[in-house]
């Protein structure tokens, strides 16, 4: 199973960006979803999850901001990233847990792409 992030770059305050994260492989059926951020010199922070029935969360600090969805028919997630601040700026990992074909779940990450917000 492989998990590709994409989407991330540089956008101004303000502005708007909307993240990517596509699972392949051996893919019997997938659970949660997610989104986990890193700013450096900071903890890694949980931004927002998904289940497979669409149940959202969000972190405090993107509630109203930032919204999550998921086209399981593609075995894929989006964060849509909207009024985008300084402090978003980090490296978005996205995960997902997965049942495999041979019926085993596991965590999978996505490589993480960079979301920068600056002026």
């Known amino acids: 199973v492989q998990l590709q992030a994409s989407g991330g770059g540089l956008v101004q305050p303000g502005g708007s960006l909307r993240l990517s994260c596509a699972a392949s492989?051996?893919?019997?059926?997938?659970?949660?979803m997610g989104w986990y951020r890193q700013a450096p010199g900071n903890q890694r922070e949980l931004v927002a999850t998904?289940?497979?029935?669409?149940?959202?969360n969000y972190a405090d600090s993107v509630k109203g901001r930032f919204g999550l969805s998921r086209d399981n028919a593609k075995n894929t997630m989006y964060l849509q990233m909207n009024s985008l601040k300084p402090e978003d700026t980090a490296i978005y990992y996205c995960y997902a847990e997965v049942t495999t074909t041979a019926l085993r779940t596991s965590r999978y990450w996505g490589q993480g792409t960079l979301v920068t917000v600056s002026s």
């Open positions: 492989g051996s893919i019997f059926s997938i659970n949660v």
């Open positions: 998904i289940t497979s029935s669409d149940s959202t």
